[in-house]
């Protein structure tokens, strides 16, 4: 191989970027592949201010992965799209005074040139973008299903309020009583809203932990927000009246110590206990305290007022007050707790602050069985986890596809008059009269193109000021009806995506499909024909066959479920536990035939700036555009890669890029320089001790690490000369990593096919077992001790010092002492002198 010039990175990157596209390297056949690796990173939503190193950090984590993958014979699927509608991209839009509709192209276009010059292995082929109408009409037709299944129903309830976004939030969108999205502190707002029952599958989401590979944390997130708790539902009598407040608690075996019950300021039981003479200050309680979605419950100040009202403790008959905290959680179960203050924490300081009686018991285990023999109550459970809310009062997003009928709504009628076969027979948990779901035919409802979209903070979103989008007629009796003004919550979009993503430009073949009838789905077995539909221009409606799917069913079965999916743990309760649930939903109903839509997830870190998470509002984010126009896309994969372990906290220095460069350039002069004839034995040696290595890190995510490995046989080639084997395995191994580069020399070599579909190199065990040594430590020329280590770690005297003084037996001769020096012999001893 002649010698060549400094490397080139610009013209290098530029040309494999450009030649990996036109041969569609990355675009597997979905229909034919033989050996499916679905390989996913969550998609980014594409903000005006582009990636930063953070997303370029966690995108090529994912990527890495995909690339080997793929040389380990895999037929391997690496899509990208864009979580396009939502609140981010609307306010990114009022900011500068345009429409969201004209900013998205513009913002995702940037996306794509910035994850294509990373030098991404994405399938470009096959994206999609949440706010395309061809997408958003099959998650309006998710709504219809859900709502078709009596899981979607509309109550006013109280709900979080976020006074600067103007809209509601999910119960996960509020992190410590403020918005998730702008730190504002979070109001109660009485509301009707649309809801998912996914409390009707807290227990499967919760047993289906067990069978998933993910990460400890990521699955005790979710645990503790399902948060299941068994206990007894006490009945607590009002004194003078034959009403009962049910208090659900895990410890009966208390409540002889029972002496006090206290309310959240959002019970309704509020008003019925409280006295007129408390009703002054029980109220202006409420009403400072129900404005907020902060509760009280880490605060050592408990604060509180005295309602008046009495309810009697079933257990020891005593008459005991009721009053009213914040510290109380409203979705506790009905909201209301026992005081035992002898037992609770929480308790004793509410009693200590308000002199209340602290009654010192012997808990009863007997109390178990007591209390349903007695007729106290009887044996619940309850769920932290509260239905998912997904009204917006926002313009950016699907418009929700119901429609409300006030002849139907007189006369009694709805969707659900006629039993239909519901996963959730029961509706008689919400007002359904008048409601109907858009039928499928008639969607997608198409978010119009209005000026006046800014929220106004009144409950309704601006689709209401818009007679022309919501008048209509209704489905069941033809008279005037609304359509539903809010639009749904963004998580909705992203909770199916991964279902979409390989059956993209598909529709046009679906005709020549077998679809899966709902009761066939278990068994395998196929029928329904359904007819073909063309994706019609975005003013018209896009007509859907009732059998029709959002994915061709061969092809999902094919890829589906995702078999690796990367992303960041700061979904755990949000979007993570929507897919999961939407995935059961559509399994149950027939659309799907598995329940767990990711197997296996790896969560990666976060990046560091500045001390700080990167992030816009911290204003330590990294552009990684001049970074790769100056070092090159390579050496910046291979130093976000470099400076921490994948699951963890790395921090961006500015510095380090410049040692990366160093070390590519390294690269290039040893891949560029004649090679040896052969490699001799060390060399050798250290081949297969590497490869080993860094196949057996890249599948466990340690790139940092097999990067070092890397850059230590680097090292020994330098040393010893490189043979074209080793040439040939290191630019193998570093493929992943720097994609560019290596399909650069892959092809100076002779080949002519990408380096990005050669075999991964192979080690032999016998010569990838490292040597063992023995090194001798002493003190003063005494033997102390023994360090039987490998024998690079014997040939290191900073690696064997480090060892010999975490030794216990040195540890004990050093102590207090000064090492005056250390005498180091490779591979045999060392002697500290004190």
Known sequence: MAKKSKYDHRSIEAKWQEAWAGEGIYTPDVNKAKNPFYNLWMFPYPSAEGLHAGHAYASTGSDIYGRFMRMQGKDVFQPIGYDSFGIHSENYALKVGENPETIVPKTSKNYERQLKSLGHGYDWTRTVTTSDIDYYVWTQWLFVQLFKAGLAYRKEAKVNWCPSCKTVLADEQVINGKCERCSTEVQKKDLAQWFFRITDYADKLLANLEKIDWPGHIKLSQKNWIGKSEGESI???????????EVFTTRPDTLYGATFLVLSPHSAWVGKV????????????????????????????KTGVFTGGYTINPATGEEIPIWVSDYVLEGYGSGAIMGVPSHDERDKEFALTHKLEVRQIVPDEGLWDIVEQKDWGRRAVSFHLRDWLISRQRYWGPPIPAIYCPRCAKEGKSYFSEAKGQIHADQNDWEHTGWYPVDENELPVKLPHIEDYRPVGTGKGPLANHPEFYETVCPACGSKAMRETDVSDTFLDSSWYFLRYPSVGTESKLEDRSLMLDEDVRSGKVGNRVSNFK???????????????????????????????????????????????MTMVLHDIGKVDFEEPFPRFFAHGLMIKDSAKMSKSKGNVVNPDPYIEKFGADALRLYLMFIGPMDGSPVFRDTGMEGMKRFVNRLWELFTTKPAEKSNKEATIKMHQTINKVTEDIQNFRYNVAIAAIMEYVNVLKE??????????????????????????????????????????????????????VVVVQINGKLRAELEVNSLQGQNQE??????????????????????????????LINFVI
């Open 720 to 773: 010893n000369g490189a043979s074209a084997e080793a040439l040939k395995n290191l630019a193998l191994m570093l493929a992943p990593f720097a994609p560019h580069m290596t399909e650069e020399v892959w092809h100076m070599m002779g080949n002519t096919s990408s380096i990005h579909k050669a075999s991964w190199p192979q080690f032999d065990p016998d010569l990838a077992r490292e040597k063992r040594v």
């Open 535 to 581: 994706l019609q221009n975005p003013d018209s409606h896009i007509q859907l066959p009732t059998s029709s799917l959002p994915w061709d069913p061969e092809i999902t079965r094919r890829w589906l479920p995702v078999d690796l999916y990367f992303g960041g743990a700061e979904h755990a309760v949000l979007h993570l536990m929507y897919s999961r649930f």
């Open 274 to 301: 409280t006295t007129k003479e408390n009703m002054g200050k029980v109220s202006e309680y409420v009403k400072n305290h129900q404005q907020s979605a902060i509760n009280n419950q880490q605060s050592k100040l």
């Open 799 to 828: 690696e064997i010092e480090k060892l010999s003084k975490s030794d216990p037996n040195i540890v004990k001769w050093l102590e207090g002492k000064k090492v005056k020096k250390a005498v180091f012999v490779p591979g045999r």
């Open 235 to 245: 009945r607590f009598r009002l004194v003078g009246s034959s009403e009962y407040i």
